[in-house]
């Protein structure tokens, strides 16, 4: 099953955007939940995850900036993404950790 994210767009320097990703129930609560995102020309990272039990981690040049939660009455999980810089600029996607197949991720574009 691919998740779908959503939110994505552009901002300018500073700016903030919050990415959404529903997920089925099944999915949603038995599964470690990630953000990953992919610039141009580089490899996939993954920027953030949570656990199902509300755990969470976030790479190093994301803390202090972008927070990952979930909301399990809506069985989504979101990624607030504050004082965004260009190098953020990417396309997000949300998947479980370790990933299965992808879904259609989100555009991030943020300009100086």
């Known amino acids: 099953v691919q998740l779908q994210a959503s939110g994505g767009g552009q901002v300018q320097a500073g700016g903030s955007l919050r990415l959404s990703c529903a997920a089925s129930?099944?999915?949603?609560?038995?599964?470690?939940l990630a953000w990953y995102r992919q610039a141009p020309g580089k490899q996939r990272e993954m920027v953030a995850a949570?656990?199902?039990?509300?755990?969470?981690s976030h790479i190093d040049s994301v803390k202090g900036r972008f927070r990952i939660s979930r909301d399990n009455t809506k069985n989504t999980v979101y990624l607030q993404m504050n004082n965004l810089n260009p190098e953020d600029t990417a396309v997000y996607y949300c998947?479980?950790?370790?990933?299965?197949?992808w879904g259609q991720g989100t555009l991030v574009t943020v300009s100086s």
């Open positions: 998947n479980t950790l370790p990933p299965a197949s």
């Open positions: 129930e099944s999915i949603f609560t038995r599964n470690t």
């Open positions: 949570i656990s199902s039990s509300g755990g969470t």
